[in-house]
């Protein structure tokens, strides 16, 4: 029977279509690279075993940032289990851009004043392109609220990127002055 | 230039996405997907929403004898997981049967008056909603209808059908698009809804009635009105198919007395909560052999006029 390969082609379609989004998901929603790998293959493990009730198209895409949601989330009660300290992760910043410019890290520090959950829709909408109804699709909430958390978390990712970049410019332009040869 | 919108581009711009090695990355995971997959044995074949509606009312048979007699009287004990069991197996059914098609009609009513009502039909893609109940303008029957990817509406003016074009071209830039509530609709219907109830309910007890069983039991308010939103700057809770939880139903520990009826055939026919003067009922019907919808022969051309004809979706954002 072809039932098997059919299978596994319409999984392997389903990794090419969105595999990258839920790498990339998962590198800013998960407590270290390791971990977001491991959360990465746990999401897609778990589309194998269920690919009946994975949805077709467009919404296939929803279910698993639906999934690699839960999965993470798993993951750091686990974490927390372990050792207290990991609570904190809840106050991480996402892993990505080790190697980020200024403006790189300007943005994860702003990002990283807020909220968990103002960060998580904001970076759904920002980085994943989700829209409001989707959003609410992963996090079970109402679209209006998810509407009304994005409104909110953009404004305060705003305020916060910009007091950060105002500091920075004044810290810069301190530094130019200290640097100014004296008067001879 | 634009500080707010330098801030985004900024944060765009940081999408790991674009960090190096992300391909890498991406390439890597699938490595390891496909190391873990060659460890993982078959999945077997879930029978949930894979089953055809013909199959399903084969298959319910069998279930049915299974939980008939498997259900022992009231007052808890073993009896009381077999019971759960057996109302969480119907849902299972009537989630797979309502995988295809089906109408559910919703009804709430306040000291014994009707206060609202919806009727959902689908098949497929395709959808219906009619409001059963005047809404607060005095208006029954207005309605939504989804065919072949294009969505009507009727003409507040008029009562007329018009096109509104596909759901997702529409939105009205504030609260509930009709995508989105088609999306919401689609879920409640579906039978997720009824699989996340079934399995809490607490004090289960089972009576026939006659070729019908009814399963009681109570179950806090929050996980049926699940969904939180605000509504004229108070939060609210809000019930399956979008209606506002009024009095003890907006406390989200309060109980409140629920009652499934399941038919012979172990489908789901009917969820009753009831709490105060209030009384919220879903009956199923037609699943998995509702037909689809048609497009209305007379509908016109969207003329969105000064007001626009499109208010608010039907009931996910009234009451």
Redesign the interface.
Known sequence: MSAEPERRRRFDRLYASYGPDIVAYCSWRAGSPSDAQDAVADVFLTAWRRLDAVPEGAEARVWLYATARRVVANQRRSRRRRAALQDRLELEAPTVSLDADREHELVHEALRRLGQRDREVLLLSEWEGLSPAQIAAVLGCLTVTARGRLHRARRRFRTAFEQLVAHDQRRNDERRFRELPGPS | MN??SE??R????????G??G?AE??E???G??AG??AE?P??T??R???LPAALVAAVAGTAAIVAFSTISSPGGGPGVVDAQAAVRKAATLTAASAERSGTAVVRITHDGRLWAGTTVRWNGKDLSVARDAPDRAGKAGSGLLVVAGLMYGRDPRTGGWVVLGPPESVDPD????P??YL??AR?DVGGATLLRLTGRIQGLTAVRDGGSTVYRGTIAAGQIA?????KEGEAIR?LPFGYVAHDEAADPSSPLDVAITVGADDVVRKLAVTWGTWSYTVTYDGLGATPAPTAPADAKPLDRGPAGVWGAPPGR?AD
Request: glycine share 6%; charged share 25%.
């Open positions: 500080a707010a801030s985004f900024a944060l765009r711009r940081a999408n790991p996405r960090a190096a992300f990355a991406v890597s995971a699938g390891a997907i873990r997959l993982t078959r999945p074949r879930s949930s929403r894979v504030s609260g509930t698009t995508d989105e999306a919401a879920e699940r969904e939180t939103g605000f809000v954002s």
